[in-house]
């Protein structure tokens, strides 16, 4: 197996709630537990305030960014928004709102686009305005989306005893969206925890937390691959993690199903590499590597369609068309880890020896070696400023 690009790796947990607005505990507190789980950065998104910005910054070891949870004058249409001040108002539209982030250089994420259940308690909130295009990330994966939609469709004590039990992989819906949007231009895939610490009455008087943060900071989580150390000065740190994100040089975790640390999906030719969320032109040579911390089905998507799968700590893909590629892998049928996409182009200059009829069939994956006993490459990578990563969670808020 070859070497990965030399990337560092943070990890974070995006979207929790504080409260400031509906979560049950303080920032303090919620960095203290993160602290000890060794995450290396926090995105809180309170609904509509942005009170404690003040609180933004390094926190020992743990990058703290400071966004807020927009929503519209029906309380749709959430959106996550980073690197903001104030809060836009509440009678803008979507398209307005959207559109008012990344002009102030902001950036902004649509939060549980296909949330749909039927919860009296807690109505669903999708996105419904798809007529703007300058969104720069969809939530992939929602920790209390899953959990709320599982819970409305029966097995309630179950799923109120064993929160996590709901997390199996992100909605097929919202993948296919974003595999067929990402065709386009770059949009940024996240996992988030949507962190309340929730407290749900289970019957008569008794109350239960079924989701405390040192779970939810133990279970969705989003990690990022950076070609620097992130800085100690706080806003260059900020802008480094703003950059991974927009540039889709990111990958998504469930800690459930273990520790993710480590994985890495990157194409290469003899002459060429890319990692996550960068462009390579198609070449006979061309081939994906996938590294996992541990073994899994590495399972490789094109364009929103199964492709090729592996068992394995490693994998190694020969694709045969251009598209947008990316794999999942699953532990015992459980979604564990889902990159973003790496772009094959279509070469400029066919020339000879390049794709040719005669290579379509060798499109299946194949193990390059069992790999099994291997100690993953977990930490090779892992950034000197010590800043560690590690667990999370999450859940939807009203
Ligand atoms: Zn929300
Ligand atoms: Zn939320």
Redesign the pocket.
């Known amino acids: 197996m070859k070497n990965p690009p030399a990337l560092l790796e943070y990890v974070g947990v995006i979207h929790i709630h504080t409260t400031d607005s509906d979560g049950t505990k303080s920032h303090e507190k919620i960095i203290s537990i993160a602290q000890k789980y060794h995450i290396d950065f926090l995105m809180f998104a309170d609904h509509m305030t942005l009170k404690s910005k003040d609180k933004e910054g390094w926190h020992d070891r743990t990058l703290v960014i400071i966004g807020y949870?927009h929503e519209d004058a029906r309380e749709w249409n959430?959106y996550l928004v980073f690197g903001l001040d104030e809060p836009l108002p509440k009678d803008l539209s979507p398209k307005q709102y959207v559109r008012k982030v990344r002009r102030a250089g902001g950036i902004g994420i649509i939060?549980?686009p296909d949330e749909k259940r039927d919860f009296p308690e807690h109505p669903p909130?999708p996105w419904t305005e798809w007529s703007t295009d300058e969104f720069d990330g969809i939530e992939i994966w929602n920790h209390m989306s899953a959990w709320l939609e599982g819970i409305a469709a029966g097995n309630k004590l179950k799923y109120l005893l064993n929160p996590r039990a709901l997390l199996i992989s992100p909605p097929k819906e919202t993948l296919k969206r974003w595999d067929k949007l990402a065709r386009r231009r770059k949009i940024v895939g996240i996992a988030s925890a949507?962190a309340h610490g929730y407290r749900q009455k289970i019957f008569g008087p008794i109350w239960r937390t079924i989701f405390p943060y040192r779970v939810e900071l133990r279970s969705l989580r989003t990690h990022i691959l950076t070609k620097e150390p992130l800085s100690k000065d706080f806003d260059e740190a900020k802008k480094q993690v703003f950059s991974a994100l927009r540039h889709c040089s990111v990958f998504m975790s469930n800690y459930r199903w273990g520790d993710a640390t480590g994985f890495r999906f990157w194409a290469q030719t003899s002459n060429s590499i890319a990692g996550i969320g960068e462009k390579i032109p198609l070449h006979r040579r061309l081939r994906f590597f996938v590294k996992s911390p541990g073994d899994a089905k590495i399972r490789l998507i094109r364009n929103g369609e199964f492709f090729a799968e592996v068992d394995g700590e490693e994998a190694i893909f020969a694709p045969t068309k251009p598209g947008v590629y990316r794999v999942e892998l699953y532990r015992n049928g459980k979604g564990w880890i889902f990159s973003n996409h790496i772009t094959v182009v279509e070469t400029a200059f066919r020339g000879k020896g390049n794709l040719s009829g005669k290579n379509k069939n060798t499109a299946s994956g194949y193990r390059k070696s069992s790999g099994r006993n291997k100690r993953s490459g977990a930490r090779n990578h892992r950034s000197s400023s010590g800043t560690g990563r590690r667990d999370v969670k999450r859940r939807?808020?009203k």
């Open positions: 949870e959430h939060a549980h909130l949507d939807k808020d």
